[in-house]
């Protein structure tokens, strides 16, 4: 799979690619961000290294989002992308953080799972 830049279309135009998937290939690809969510972004998105940086001084909360997107991926969820820095202009001493909200619901009945819901990530 190619890499997608790290922007809101970038994240939509890997979304479109992912949810083409097979559920067997998509399983896999949700195994592998829960398993190690560091090594799958960067084998996904083009990421410039103080990106790279960013995202390993966070490791223990990137488990968190690894699980909750790998989740995301297999009830074939919508994930957002979105910069505030965009609409508030870019302040370099400010530091970088990550506004993550993540809402499922979800059914269970007669050996049928069903999930709605989304991802939202802001990046500041």
């Known amino acids: 799979m190619k890499k997608y830049p790290l922007t809101s279309?970038?994240?939509?135009?890997?979304?479109?690619?992912?949810?083409?998937?097979?559920?067997?290939?998509?399983?896999?690809?949700?195994?592998?961000?829960?398993?190690?969510?560091?090594?799958?972004?960067?084998?996904?998105?083009?990421?410039?290294?103080?990106?790279?940086e960013f995202l390993r001084s966070m490791e223990d909360f990137l488990q968190i989002i690894g699980y909750n997107v790998a989740a995301a991926l297999l009830a074939r969820r919508p994930i957002s992308l979105s910069y505030r820095s965009d609409e508030l202009g870019n302040d370099p001493s400010k530091k970088p953080c990550i506004l993550y909200?993540?809402?499922?619901?979800?059914?269970?009945?007669?050996?049928?799972?069903?999930?709605?819901?989304?991802?939202?990530?802001?990046?500041?």
Do not use: F, N
């Open 9 to 52: 279309y970038g994240i939509r135009t890997l979304q479109v690619q992912l949810y083409s998937l097979q559920d067997e290939d998509l399983c896999i690809e949700a195994e592998l961000m829960a398993a190690d969510p560091l090594a799958w972004i960067a084998a996904h998105l083009e990421l410039e290294v103080h990106q790279l």
């Open 101 to 124: 909200h993540c809402k499922v619901s979800s059914h269970y009945t007669d050996g049928h799972h069903s999930s709605t819901g989304s991802i939202d990530i802001v990046i500041t």
